[in-house]
């Protein structure tokens, strides 16, 4: 007999029965990804969740493959507390936030892979524009609340690790093959072994589209994606006395895609909402990104292990994208502000939308030319025990980190003629842009949990030793001989205590609260102050046969809220983090998942539907004007912009042995763009949405079967965001058929 499932490592057992023998047999399945030593799980899987304080999300391996989303923004819909901004309808570029703390690029929530940092410049520069692939992930994990301490930099909202195909016990593999609109492709292919002392997997994720948007004059407007990954493991004999292993991992990723922040004006929207102006044919952003680590894992014991990870990523991105247009007087205006107000320089969005121009110089093509890397070594120590009937446990952490970011940029000039874009005049290097910022940081934590009969109590703090530096050239030393260099510093030593309760009333019903301090580096500018919050939340679970639910309320209460100046958000792009005053978040989360078929007796079919809500609500408690464009002048009781106050997603399946299929509903409410109160005006408003997804699954034989999708069934427009320039649509409706095989 062999059972097998996604997510679980495979049991086979012969099993002799005898003519008219009724035989019972019970098999306890683990998780393939909460018992492997290769990498951190923060959650332990879905066995782990209940024995971790806070507010904690896992998402299996089967509800990934559910409708094979290469999106993060549709997988994360599952999950409450999560804010989300889409940008270019693929997913390629990522802005999320947990629990209202903001969503530009990432930068205020602590991203993971496999338990390593994966922001390019988690500290310098933690605005993340490269984002781990997703398609080749296993599993999800989510921590809010207290849970994250052990997590840093950014504590506020929470903690999301991402955990990579893991190397498979025995020898196999999987192909998938995916073809769909827009002239999309997809292919994932693994492979691998364990062996007695040694075990391999080789892995690849390429993805491909010719882009949704229709570029004025023709052309692509989509991207190509390429990612490689291995890991490679020596290890002891499973009984020796000391159980270690040493893991290499190694990957690489390149992307080219035809993005750029140009939007629409409102009146084009409506008229086309896909179009894409004629400036735009030589917005390009190219990738290259490479990640190694080495991992050590000794376990001495049932309840000691050492778990130690050294690890280096370098990122390179160079982003071609149109900043400036310059009018037939002569004068300069930046896309937000064109877009923005297009009646007051018609000339200059005429060249915009291919009116050939009268300057040569009319079109100006930043070129946004960054390197990155990070690199450190982290060590945990897990150690449990027992004292007469309670039970301890104690986690210390350690991480040594440094990271970079090098901005070497300069503008390209460009003419327009007939909707065709010449090269006039090509930039020098580090005449825009030239400027080195870099981190190093000490961190480390303790948590000691002591359970009592149905009692928990998890108190933990963790520490920042951080110095931040840049180093600014200037646009006239391209050789960085430091003739007129700038020099700037930050120092943070900062302690993040926390504590989590849980009270268990029965096996099935717990309840579940906790306080920490909430903390984010605050960059290398003089002046600006850490992030910094109390944070509060209260919850409960219920989980019992084919029901479970877990409603949470939050509050988050900021003595400052940073903001960032990035060009993303509609702001000038120097990355500086300004002070942003009191600011105070509360709020609701609530999901339930019910089999609808549970309580009848056939057991060949099932119904499951999932309910996830959330309600936020973030106020400014104060008054100040910034300079970030972004924000503007704000006023206590502001809302925060691109914060929906509710959000709603209903998944509803239907499974059979043989096949399947899901719809999954996305509604969001309406939201701002700046920040205000009362009515909001209609050109500072992205009107609530309902987005409709579907997917179906056939087995045709026991290691292959066949895909379908849709995403947007509804092909519903909508405006999906107005910055950084313009109004951006999401993405239309979209079909992918395929094949996946495995082996």
């Not at 292993?245 to 035809?258: A, C, D, P, Q, Y």
């Amino acid at each position: 007999m062999v059972i097998s499932a996604i997510g679980y490592h495979t049991i086979k057992k012969e099993i002799s029965i005898q003519e008219n023998e009724i035989l019972n047999l019970n098999f306890t399945m683990i998780e393939a990804v909460s018992s492997l030593s290769e990498v951190v799980i923060m959650t332990g899987g879905i066995s782990g969740i209940k024995g971790i304080m806070g507010s904690v999300h896992y998402i299996t391996p089967k509800e990934i493959q559910k409708f094979s989303y290469t999106d993060i923004n549709r997988i994360l819909r599952a999950v409450p507390g999560v804010n989300i901004q889409e940008e270019d309808g693929f997913g390629l570029r990522v802005n999320i936030g947990l629990r209202g703390t903001g969503v530009e690029r990432s930068s205020k929530i602590t991203v993971m892979e496999d338990g390593v940092l994966m922001a390019p410049a988690a500290y310098a520069a933690p605005a993340a524009y490269y984002f781990p692939t997703i398609g080749r992930m296993q599993a999800i994990e989510i921590l809010k609340g207290s849970s994250q301490i052990k997590y840093g930099p950014h504590t506020t909202g929470g903690a999301i690790n991402l955990i990579s195909t893991q190397i498979p016990y025995e020898f196999s593999g999987r192909l998938n093959l995916i073809t769909g609109s827009f002239g999309g492709k997809n292919l994932h292919a693994f492979v691998g072994n364990s062996y007695k002392n040694f075990a391999y997997i080789v892995e690849t994720f390429q993805y491909s589209s010719n882009g949704f948007k229709q570029l004025d004059g023709g052309g692509n407007t989509g991207f190509d994606k390429k990612d490689y990954l291995a890991k490679f493991r020596i290890n002891t004999d499973d009984d020796a006395k000391v159980y270690q292993s040493l893991t290499f991992k190694i990957g690489r990723s390149n992307e080219v895609s035809n993005e750029t922040y140009l939007g629409l004006t409102q009146e084009d929207f409506n008229a086309n909402p896909y179009r894409r102006y004629a400036a735009s044919q030589k917005d390009q952003m190219n990738t290259k990104h490479s990640q190694f680590s080495l991992t050590h894992v000794a376990n001495f014991s049932e309840n000691f292990n050492i778990s130690t990870t050294a690890y280096y990523s370098k990122f390179y991105r160079n982003w071609f994208k149109l900043n400036k247009v310059k009018d037939n007087t002569g004068t300069k205006t930046s896309i937000n502000s064109l877009l923005e107000n297009p009646l007051d320089s018609e000339d200059a969005f005429a060249i915009l939308t291919g009116s050939t121009s009268t300057y040569e110089d009319a079109l100006f093509v930043k070129a946004n030319n960054r390197s990155y890397y990070a690199k450190g070594i982290q060590t945990i120590f897990g150690y449990n025990f027992k004292t007469n009937n309670i039970a301890h446990k104690i986690d210390f952490g350690f991480r040594v980190h440094q990271d970079q970011v090098d901005r070497f940029q300069w503008v390209d000039e460009f003419s327009m003629n007939n909707g065709i874009m010449n090269l006039t005049k090509e930039g020098i290097p580090g005449t825009e842009s030239n400027r080195i910022e870099t981190a190093d940081a000490i961190a480390t934590y303790i948590q000691y949990k002591i359970n009592i009969g149905k009692f928990s109590a998890t108190p933990g703090i963790r520490y920042e030793n951080i110095t931040l530096k840049r180093l600014d050239y200037g646009t006239s030393d391209i050789n960085r001989e430091g003739i007129n260099l700038s020099k700037r510093s930050n120092n943070v030593d900062v302690f993040i205590p926390g504590i989590g309760f849980d009270y268990q009333f029965s096996e099935s019903t717990s309840t579940f609260a906790g306080i920490h301090k909430g903390f984010s580096p605050p960059g290398s500018k003089e002046g600006t102050k850490p992030e910094k919050s109390i944070n509060y939340e209260l919850g409960l679970r219920y989980s019992k046969n084919s029901l479970s639910y877990k409603p949470v309320i939050f509050y988050n209460n900021y003595s400052n809220l940073l903001g960032s100046d990035l060009a993303a958000a509609g702001g000038d792009g120097t990355g500086d983090l300004f002070n942003g005053g009191q600011v105070k978040t509360k709020g609701l989360e609530f999901q339930l998942t019910y089999d609808l078929l549970a309580s009848k007796k056939q057991r060949t079919i099932n119904l499951p539907i999932t309910i996830v809500y959330t309600y936020t609500d973030a106020k400014f408690q104060n008054d100040f004007e910034s300079d970030f464009g972004g924000w503007g002048k704000v006023s206590a009781g502001d809302q925060f912009p691109y914060l929906a106050n509710n959000q709603l997603t209903l998944i509803l399946g239907l499974e059979h042995p043989q096949f399947s299929f899901n719809v999954s509903g996305k509604y969001l409410g309406e939201m701002r763009t700046l920040p205000g109160q009362g009515k909001i005006p209609l050109n500072e408003k992205i009107e609530s949405y309902l987005v409709i997804d579907s997917s179906a699954n056939y087995i045709l034989h026991k290691n292959i079967s066949i895909f379908a999708n849709a995403t947007n069934l509804t092909n519903k427009v909508y405006v999906a965001s107005r910055r950084p320039a313009g109004l951006r649509s999401g993405m239309p409706r979209a079909f992918n058929i395929g094949l996946k095989a495995t082996f």
